[in-house]
């Protein structure tokens, strides 16, 4: 394994294990904090126990999404000196605003999960809303970065150097609106689903215990509403991406050919050899259509492209297309979750729905971790979009494969403990809460 | 007026301060959860659980906000440290990560002896190794010997003989000490348990003549493992006083403790880790890796410096009075003790 090699790998090990976290520390507080407000409002014991074992989880989802974060922010400079020497002073407004978004978020999660007793419920639900709050925005923050990665602006090389850096300018690059608002209503989302997933799971067991059945309706209320927008977000990105990365659209969507009536490529495998796809379901002008929204338009293919500024094509598109794959499924479980609400059938009642909610739960982890995947893939060769590439970018340190390894370990370690005290908790499930059973 | 650059230096170490005396105590805490001995060793854990839970992660950000400051700021001093501490940065992290997982999962985990057991020494653990590495990366800065090519930006390091010396790890375990007596001072004032604050007052003696030791160890390997250090400790007017001052309230926190005057010991530990981060960063001043990366040569634009003063003064706004908050729920004194 050389080392450049080792150390993306360690980046991409890194980011794939923090962004679960990341998400969940997004999306955890908006469910506790609506819980809680029904229960201000409702004085309905259950809800006050569904936000305390909510709050329970995210604990736990917060300290390891905290701790992987600040290994992330090192790594920055352990793995990719060079890149954080060019670009430090360039991209560091949003991180620092981000620092101050996550300190508001840590300070209130401290009060929101030890101040039960101290504070009154009403302050308590407000250091809830500035938790959910302060963590949208630090990973709106996180986002521009990374956006600014793609299509880098706010500067100008002089002799090879960055010059006339105007912060502000660079942190709202072109992608940082469409990157964030498709990373945000992911979080959501997939959060949503995820959540709704367990409880669903629990209520085919105990299909009249209420605090299951209000779980749930939270929690897949999230998810669908965001995994409904998503599909309109990922429009605005993608056609975006088309402007400012187009080698990265080619490789999204397999396409080898620059044509005006590009066809859209479902699945298939991307052969860089010979620059053909095959085994893809080909839908006629359906790219272009989607880019342009009608029938003509021309696409630029990779072979307008160097060889040496191809991203790896085949990990690109089917990532891309199980990303959007997970997203549909989504979209259409959430239509169907509120074609059912419309129709005045509770979704709790519905065993079958219940299984539709538990085989969605993980696809939208899934289309976090491959939508991920083509951001970052797809930039390749490059680490900033055009200006540097990862390789110049390297630290000199060699026998990367160690850290690699140990941090994966670890890694791995974290991951099966977290899984297993979720476990624990997610089977103590409160049995005193009744559903009165409705007349059939 | 005075350059940004200076005022992000000074930043820079105020929020160092802030997270030894936050984060430091959190780490010393560990510490005390590994030394948590005889018939009172479950309350001891207790309080020491009590006392970090609520605060800890806030406490950390300081860290990722020093982290944040000097890659915008002096972005060729990170990559420079980045690239010659790559091990110990690592091992550092390691610990960082072990220790706040291991705290969240032991309050999550079952309750029996044995399970609490584990993830106790792997907090513990975390918590040693974490200010240690802490300690030896901020010695190998201190000592001179990373040398960077000022105009390519190469740092000359074979990764280890920067680091593993015997001055950056008299450092690493000087830092260790100092956490563990602020932390065992802290907690003598956090309880009204007589027994227990006797247990710590114990502890936080024995913590402050291992301090005492490791600072007379450091300060005699500093003469060969950190020249530029020394010299800048003796070349300014106030050094000479300045120093005797740090060691009159280091001396005056430990006979604090000894009368059982914890209010005032709490002040004056804390006096002595800002007076000794302070006297560091104005001993290593103009350098921020001497002798090549000083404040002129490695600073960011003007233009972002400013923007980023702008960022710190607006953040500052809403981070101290959240901050106040969160320790005058948890903190106060009214609501110790129960």
Known sequence: MSDLFAARSQMAMSLAFHIIFAAVGIAMPVMMVIAEGMWLRSREEVYLTLAKQWAKGTAILFAVGAVSGTVLSFELGLLWPEFMRYAGAIIGMPFSLEGFAFFLEAIFLGIYLYGWKRVSPRAHWWAGVVVAVSGMISGVFVVTANAWMNTPAGFEIIDG????????????????????????????????????????????????????????????????????????????????????????????????????????????????????????LEIPDGLSLLVYHKTSGEIKGLN????????????????????????????????????????????????????????????????????????????????????????????????????????????????????????????????????????? | MIPLADLVGFVMIAALVLYALGAGADFGGGVWDWFASGPRAQRQRDLISQAIGPIWEANHVWLILVVVLLFVAFPPVFAAMSIALHIPLAVMLVGIVLRGSAFVFRSHDVQTDDVQRRWSRLFAVGSIVAPVMLGVCTG?????????????????????????????????????????????????????????????????????????????????????????????????????????????????ALAAVGLRRYRLARI????????????????????????????????????????????LAVGALLLFPSLWYLFRIFKSPAKMGN
Not at chain 1, 248 to 270: C, D, R, V, Y
Not at chain 2, 281 to 297: C, K, M, R, S
């Open chain 1, 161 to 280: 150097k960055p010059a006339n850096i105007q912060p502000i300018a660079a942190m709202l690059n072109p992608a940082a609106l469409h990157q964030v608002i498709h990373m945000t209503i992911a979080a959501y989302a997939a959060v949503g689903f995820a959540v709704a997933a367990i409880h669903a799971f629990m209520l085919r067991r105990d299909a009249q215990n209420a605090f299951h059945r209000r779980a749930f309706a939270i929690a897949f209320s999230l998810g669908a509403f965001m995994a409904v927008l998503q599909p309109l977000s990922g429009d605005f990105l993608a056609r975006q991406v088309f402007h400012y990365q187009p080698a990265k659209l080619a490789a999204m969507e397999g396409q080898f050919t620059t044509e005006s009536h590009a066809p859209l490529h479902i699945g298939g495998w991307p052969d860089e050899k010979s620059g053909t796809i095959s085994h893809d």
């Open chain 2, 268 to 311: 004056l530990a804390m006096a002595q880790i800002a007076a000794i981060i302070g006297g560091w960063g104005l001993a290593q001043f103009p350098y921020l890796i001497g002798p090549d990366l000083t404040f002129a040569n490695s600073a960011a634009p003007e233009r972002v410096l400013r923007d980023l003063t702008i960022a």
């Open chain 1, 304 to 440: 307008a492209f160097p060889r040496d500024q191809w991203p790896p094509v085949a990990v690109v598109h089917l990532s891309f297309d199980i990303m959007v794959g997970c997203g549909m499924a989504m979209m259409l479980t959430g239509l169907l979750g509120a074609w059912l609400a419309f129709r005045k059938k509770n979704p709790c009642d519905q065993r079958w729905f219940l299984l539709l909610a538990i085989l969605t739960g993980p696809l939208g982890f899934v289309a976090i971790e491959t939508g991920w995947t083509v951001t970052e893939v797809g930039r390749q060769p490059w680490i900033i979009y055009g200006i540097m590439r990862t390789a110049n970018a390297v630290t000199p340190m060699p026998h990367l494969i160690v850290p690699f390894v140990s941090f994966t370990l670890l890694y791995v370690f974290l991951g099966f403990v977290v899984i297993f005290l979720l476990k624990r908790q997610v089977f103590q499930s409160p049995k005193s809460f009744r559903e009165e059973r409705r007349t059939p």
């Open chain 2, 140 to 252: 190998a800065v201190a000592s001179g010997s990373i040398r960077v090519d000022r105009e390519t930006g190469v740092v000359q390091s074979n990764f280890i003989s920067q680091w593993l010396q015997p001055f950056p790890f008299a450092i690493g375990f000087w830092t260790l000490a100092l956490f563990a007596f602020l932390a065992a001072v802290y907690l003598t004032n956090e309880t009204a348990d007589n027994e227990l604050r006797e247990d710590f007052r114990r502890r936080a003696l024995a913590a402050g003549f291992t301090v005492a030791f490791f600072a007379l160890v450091s300060f005699i390997l500093a003469e060969r493992g950190a020249p530029l250090i020394r010299s800048g400790l003796s070349r300014e007017w106030w050094s000479m006083p300045f120093q005797i001052a740090t060691g009159l309230i280091s001396v005056g």
